[in-house]
């Protein structure tokens, strides 16, 4: 069986940092690239951050380059994202997802495997 599973999402204040995980189960995560998406309700999803496999190169969507921070632990077979001076627009279910490699461009359809998800509130 292949899953992803996101966690680490909950409710903080501007300015406030969490970190989120993205755990997978049925096989190597290191073999694989992986992508951080986001969506807020009623917006596409957009591409966040992304790792390449065995932690080569790394990108940022320019609105959180400097606050967030992704990572990969290989003995745990997860992959974090950082996530620091938390934003409201920062608002949204972030996800987790393979692919093949890690590109600027962040599109989704370079993609696959997505996981279920995890909610992370921006709040006063």
């Known amino acids: 069986q292949l899953q992803l599973v996101e966690s680490g999402g909950g409710l903080v204040q501007p300015g406030g940092s969490l970190r989120l995980s993205c755990a997978a189960s049925?096989?190597?995560?290191?073999?694989?690239?992986i992508g951080w998406f986001r969506q807020a309700p009623g917006k596409e999803r957009e591409g966040v951050s992304c790792?390449?496999?065995?932690?080569?190169?790394?990108n940022y969507v320019d609105s959180v380059k400097g606050r967030f921070t992704i990572s990969r632990d290989n003995a745990k077979n997860t992959v974090y994202l950082q996530m620091n001076s938390l934003k409201p627009e920062d608002t949204a279910v972030y996800y987790c997802?393979?692919?093949?490699?890690?590109?600027?461009?962040?599109?989704?359809?370079?993609?696959?495997?997505w996981g279920q998800g995890t909610q992370v509130i921006v709040s006063s």
């Open positions: 790792i390449s496999r065995y932690s080569g190169i790394t």
């Open positions: 997802t393979t692919g093949p490699f890690c590109h600027s461009t962040l599109r989704a359809a370079d993609f696959g495997s």
């Open positions: 049925g096989f190597t995560l290191n073999y694989y690239a």
